[in-house]
């Protein structure tokens, strides 16, 4: 049995051709199913105890040589082909495979859910198609209440209860009908608002919104939060809160953080003033806390608003918000590195 194994070696040695047919004709004799390798693996039950061994070894020393003959004659081959002979693998690819990367909107959205996730909050969700409820009435803007127009809103036609949400607002309603404070979460979605298209509005954007409530949570501790969010975020503490109005919030305040004046684009982008506006915050409206089932006089709490796609534009120092939805991949594969 040994000596047919070493004959078997010594043709496999003296093999030579220079033809890619003959040479996976020798491949296949050998290393193929039915090959040569494999009926003597099958005879190893036949082979005596004794021998059993030796046998092994001078099978496996075969089995290498076949290998190597079969790599060696078939790169002769292509090099003596210049390289272009048929290539004797057919699966591999004519081409690099490209990996694709996520969108810049998911880069930025999942930086935020990190970062707020790191300190307890969880993350909530609702539906895009949303009612007057939810997106507006329990959110201390009744019926004919002129804030409503602060967003343009898509309605259904057939239905002027059901409209197409024009903020995440209407999750943290969503979220405390269903929910007891204590209550951290932040609810990333799309939103939907009537607006003409330009570089700086799109109809279809992306929110984050924040909700904390608990009992005795100050103004201190909603600014503590967002100075936390900046800094992870910007690598920035330096923030200010403006005054402002939302119906849901009372006091209302708009974020600033500073930007700097350094450079031309600095000017540009903050107006001169080196301060740029991230998003809208406040104390929950005790109104709103009721509509949604929790006793104001028990809780407090803050809530906070960003355009995810204003982040990123800051972030990357993108110009026109049209670019988030193109889809080109020239602008989206610089994104890469950000994976
Ligand atoms: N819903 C506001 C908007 O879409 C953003 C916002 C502002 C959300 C203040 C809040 C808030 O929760 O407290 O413009």
Redesign the pocket.
């Known amino acids: 049995m040994i000596d047919r194994i070493k004959e078997y070696l010594e043709q496999v040695n003296a093999f030579e051709s220079n033809d890619v047919q003959a040479i996976e004709d020798f491949r296949v004799s050998y290393a193929g199913k039915k090959g040569i390798l494999n009926s003597l693996f099958a005879s190893f039950r036949e082979v005596p105890a004794d021998e059993k061994k030796a046998f092994g070894q001078e099978l496996n020393i075969l089995k290498a040589a076949v290998a190597d003959k079969v790599k060696e004659l078939q790169s002769q081959q292509l090099s003596s082909n210049g390289g272009s002979a048929r290539i004797s693998d057919p699966t591999r690819t004519p081409f690099p495979i490209q990996t694709g990367n996520r969108h810049p909107l998911s880069v930025v959205k999942n930086r935020i859910i990190d970062i707020f996730t790191q300190i307890g909050f969880t993350i909530s969700e609702g539906p895009e198609i949303e009612d007057d409820w939810h997106n507006f009435t329990a959110l201390n803007l009744p019926e004919y209440h002129p804030a409503r127009d602060?967003?343009d809103t898509f309605f259904i036609q057939t239905d002027p209860d059901i409209l197409l949400r024009?903020?995440?607002?209407s999750v943290?309603v969503r979220y405390m009908e269903k929910n007891q404070p204590p209550i951290r979460t932040i609810s990333p979605g799309r939103?939907f608002r009537n607006e003409a298209i330009s570089s700086r509005a799109h109809c279809i954007f992306h929110?984050v919104?924040?909700?904390y409530i608990a009992k005795n949570v100050s103004f201190a501790d909603l600014k503590q939060t967002l100075q936390y969010f900046t800094e992870s975020l910007f690598g920035n503490s330096k923030i200010r809160l403006r005054p402002s109005y939302?119906p849901?919030?009372e006091p209302?305040a708009e974020v600033d953080i500073y930007w700097g004046l350094e450079t031309e684009t600095d000017y540009r982008i903050t107006k001169g003033t080196g301060w740029l506006e991230i998003?809208?915050?406040?104390m929950?409206d005790p109104n709103v806390l009721e509509n949604c089932g929790i006793d104001p006089n028990e809780y407090s709490g803050?809530?906070?608003?960003?355009?995810i796609e204003r982040i990123a534009m800051l972030l990357y120092q993108i110009s026109d918000i049209r670019l988030f939805f193109e889809n080109d991949v020239r602008f989206l594969k610089q994104f890469k590195a950000t994976l």
Do not use: I, R
Not at 166 to 169: G, I, K, Q
Not at 279 to 282: A, L, Q, R, T, V
């Open positions: 602060m967003q024009t903020h995440t607002s943290q939103v929110q919104e924040g909700l939302f849901f919030t209302s998003m809208g915050c406040g929950v803050f809530a906070f608003g960003m355009g």
